[in-house]
């Protein structure tokens, strides 16, 4: 993948920005719950659209601490646990109370996120909606999977202050090789100044 085409990464402002937007329009709660899942768990958007209700809740059914992310849901045999980011946790809560309400619904096996029409949605609908939403912000060079990749250079900058590694990132990313992962991570020029 060139440089030149790899989607932008995401400030934390703009993320918090982002998340503010999506929240005002239709089925905000939705909405923020994909934004989410792209920057604080790191999913596609095949992954997000895939999403089951019971790869993130217990046997009560709880939201759990993890994403127990199949191989079905995920782009190949990528299928992972990832830790859930408290704030994507609280979220998934209060879509799972919305989404109970609904006719038809089974924990069990019914889809994270569902449209009005259906009772799930496609991974090109999930690209869609970024990519309004992006254009609406404009958020120029940005795409679905921005998110993507600002969840893994956040990893990538914080996960040596917790005692791991890039090969942990891998994991979390479901990426084959630590080459893929590194080609995701967007370089710091503060960072190398100071270290320099």
Avoid at 95 to 113: K, P
Avoid at 171 to 183: D, E, I, N, P, Y
Wanted: hydrophobic share 40%; with cysteine; glycine share 8%.
């Amino acid at each position: 993948m060139a440089l030149s085409k790899q989607a932008k990464i995401l400030s934390k402002k703009q993320v918090d920005s982002l998340l503010w937007y999506v929240r005002t329009l239709r089925n905000g709660l939705r909405n923020q719950t994909i934004v989410l899942l792209s920057v604080r768990a790191g999913l596609r958007a095949k992954e997000i659209a895939g999403l089951k209700w019971a790869m993130i809740t217990d046997a009560e059914g709880n939201i759990s601490d993890s994403i127990h992310l199949t191989d079905e849901a995920s782009k190949g045999r990528s299928g992972r646990i990832i830790p859930l980011n408290m704030k994507l946790r609280h979220q998934l809560e209060d879509l799972l109370e919305q989404e109970a309400q609904r006719h038809q619904f089974d924990v069990g096996t019914s889809y994270v996120i569902s449209t009005e029409r259906a009772g799930k949605t496609s991974a090109q609908a999930i690209v869609n909606m970024f990519s309004a939403w992006y254009v609406d912000m404009g958020l120029m060079g940005c795409s679905s999977h921005s998110g993507r990749r600002t969840f893994i250079t956040n990893a990538a900058r914080q996960i040596t202050t917790v005692g791991g590694s890039l090969r942990d990132v891998q994991m979390l990313a479901g990426h084959s090789s630590l080459a893929v992962t590194q080609r995701y991570i967007e370089a710091d020029s503060d960072s190398q100044r100071r270290v320099v």
